[in-house]
């Protein structure tokens, strides 16, 4: 079992830059595959991101060459780096590991508006 929680969300004007944190309750540099989801009002909950062991990443077309998703070396932590950030990346952000099953954090509001 582990426990994952995000932070890092917020009020940010388009054009902004936000870096949400997904911080788990013990190592999870095993993890086949890490990533996020995002959830807007009134929307599917859609893919964002994902991180495999090996290092390879993919991204939704959506926000490829805007968002980064990266590890720090302890294992513990996943990141999503957001740039040029738009009204249509407000949502709920979601982080989530599989370790042989899969486990998510509760989410974290980003919210993108002038």
């Known amino acids: 079992q582990v426990q994952l929680v995000e932070s890092g969300g917020g009020l940010v004007q388009p054009g902004g830059s936000l870096r949400l944190s997904c911080a788990a309750s013990?190592?999870?540099?095993?993890?086949?595959?890490m990533g996020w989801y995002r959830q807007a009002p009134g929307k599917q909950r859609e893919w964002v991101a994902v991180?495999?062991?090996?290092?390879?990443?993919n991204y939704a077309d959506s926000v490829k060459g805007r968002f980064t998703i990266s590890r720090d070396n302890a294992g513990n932590t996943v990141y999503l780096r957001m740039n040029s950030l738009k009204p249509e990346d407000t949502a709920v952000y979601y982080c989530y590991v599989d370790l042989g099953s899969r486990y998510w954090g509760p989410g974290t509001q980003v919210t993108v508006s002038s």
């Open positions: 991180l495999r062991r090996g290092g390879t990443t």
């Open positions: 013990r190592s999870i540099v095993s993890a086949s595959t």
